[in-house]
Nanobody
Framework: QVQLVESGGGSVHPGGSLRLSCAAS????????QGWFRQAPGKEREGLAV?????????????TYADSVKDRFTISRDNARNILYLQMNSLSPEDTAMYYC?????????????????????RGQGTQVTVSS
């Protein structure tokens, strides 16, 4: 059974940092595109970052970020531990939201922020991030 479990959320002051983790089971994370998105109350779902799958051709990690988090957030993964991460720096109150990880389950799936929020079939239960002074 494919399952994703996020952790690492919490409350921080503006300018602070958090690292979110997404433990995957039931599949190997390097085989598919993975990503993070968030949703705040009353707002639309926002794709934040995706990382491509690895295979014999795509050996290097390729990442895509939303403009709102570029240069502040970093997506990465530990293939051996089957965990996806999101390092978040320079957090601001606008980053307050529920954060989710998600995965494609087709190797050929388009690895984009739009596909992440509309088509990726599996996501976790979310972890809350609150940024306030």
């Amino acid at each position: 059974q494919v399952q994703l479990v996020e952790s690492g959320g919490g409350s921080v002051h503006p300018g602070g940092s958090l690292r979110l983790s997404c433990a995957a089971s039931g599949y190997s994370i390097p085989n598919y595109c993975q990503g993070w998105f968030r949703q705040a109350p009353g707002k639309e779902r926002e794709g934040l970052a995706v990382i491509n799958r690895n295979d014999r051709i795509n050996r290097n990690d390729r990442t895509t970020y939303a403009d709102s988090v570029k240069d502040r957030f970093t997506i990465s993964r530990d293939n051996a531990r089957n965990i996806l991460y999101l390092q978040m720096n320079s957090l601001s109150p606008e980053d307050t939201a529920m954060y989710y990880c998600a995965t494609a389950l087709r190797p050929s799936a388009e690895c984009s922020l739009q596909q992440l929020i509309t088509r990726f079939p599996v996501r976790g239960q979310g972890t809350q991030v609150t940024v306030s002074s």
